[in-house]
């Protein structure tokens, strides 16, 4: 997919079909966006561009109310990438592009720089300065601007739109399932395995002690789950049924936060290796245990339990 920064464009892109947001999670409510994109790209013929909005917008607007991001730019890319989009635009959210008008947005943004022809849209969608432009008004301002607007409706699940806010609350609350089923896939975090202290090898479970790219992770836990490692530009290795814990392991007086990994059945070297963590299910909440054989008679039990969940027993 060509993943292309706004600020880099020297000219503007070819007429085509458009949607943007933040797209924050590229759940199933901005799956169905892109998939309307994507349809009507087939049906004119025309080119599809999925603009997005990097960092969060309320990061630069509001800090102190910033949600976390539920994927990184990467992964964003790789979930749209994989719904059949070509093209991702990042649009660099800074102050002086929210001071821009409705009218100055369109114009400048959509029209000029990345040649809307149409522009798919949610019933929700705001744009402008001080988010007054709305989706009638940007329909009005198409009809001079030369684009049309085809309006995607929410996609509704258990009574209530899907929306990043539900994905956030439900991993907050542990519920990675509940996360899956609103995001269409596992919910799913990245980084870099680095030295740890050592102390799960030397109980006989070694762990795989990643520092995370991503901001949002779920609450503090243990979870089954499936890893994948990846060295450099290669592709993914095989996927390995693990059990992950998230929190600072108070039986061991633990301050920091971390997130570490026991891949059952891996024997290899994972250290610098770039390790992707997908969430199958809770297992427990983090606890403190008496001693370390008492953590390790808990940790026999959750991975009886993951390999149960993950149906590799």
């Not at 013929?45 to 990467?74: C, K, N, W």
């Not at 994948?228 to 061991?252: D, E, N």
């Not at 024997?267 to 606890?287: C, H, V």
Request: aromatic share 6%; proline share 4%.
């Amino acid at each position: 997919m060509q993943r292309i920064q706004l600020a880099d464009l020297t000219s503007r892109l070819p007429a085509g079909v458009l949607t943007l947001g933040n797209f924050d999670g590229v759940h199933r409510g901005h799956q169905l966006l892109v998939q309307e994109a994507l349809r009507c790209g087939r049906d004119s013929g025309l080119d599809v561009t999925v603009a997005t909005f990097d960092p969060h917008p309320t990061s630069i607007l509001a800090p102190e109310r910033a949600p976390q991001a539920l994927t990184t730019l990467a992964q964003k890319g790789e979930v749209l990438e994989a719904l059949g989009v070509s093209r991702m635009v990042v649009i660099e959210f800074t102050r002086e592009l929210a001071a821009l008008t409705p009218e100055e947005f369109a114009d400048a943004i959509l029209v000029r720089r990345l040649g809307a022809g149409v522009v798919v849209a949610g019933a929700g969608f705001r744009f402008g300065r001080g988010r007054a432009g709305d989706i009638a008004m940007l329909s009005s301002l198409g009809a001079g601007l030369g684009f049309r607007v085809s309006e995607v409706a929410p996609l509704v699940d258990g009574g209530r739109p899907v929306s990043s806010t539900r994905v956030r609350q439900a991993l907050a609350a542990g519920d990675v399932e509940v996360t899956r089923a609103l995001l269409g896939r596992p919910f799913a975090t990245d980084g870099v395995v680095v030295t740890g202290d050592g102390r799960g090898r030397t109980l006989g479970i070694p762990t795989a002690n990643v520092v995370r790219e991503n901001e949002a992770v779920p609450a503090d836990g243990v979870y089954a789950g499936w890893c994948r490692l990846r060295r450099g530009a290669h592709t993914w290795g095989p996927v390995w049924p693990s059990v992950v814990s998230l929190g600072r392991r108070p039986t061991f007086g633990g301050v920091e936060h971390r997130v570490e990994a026991h891949l059952m059945g891996f024997s290899g070297d994972a250290y610098g290796a770039f390790m992707r963590i997908e969430y199958w299910k809770r297992l427990r909440a983090e606890q403190r245990f008496t001693d370390a054989q008492a953590l390790l008679a808990q940790v026999a039990v959750d991975m009886r339990e993951a390999r149960v969940a993950l149906g590799v027993e």
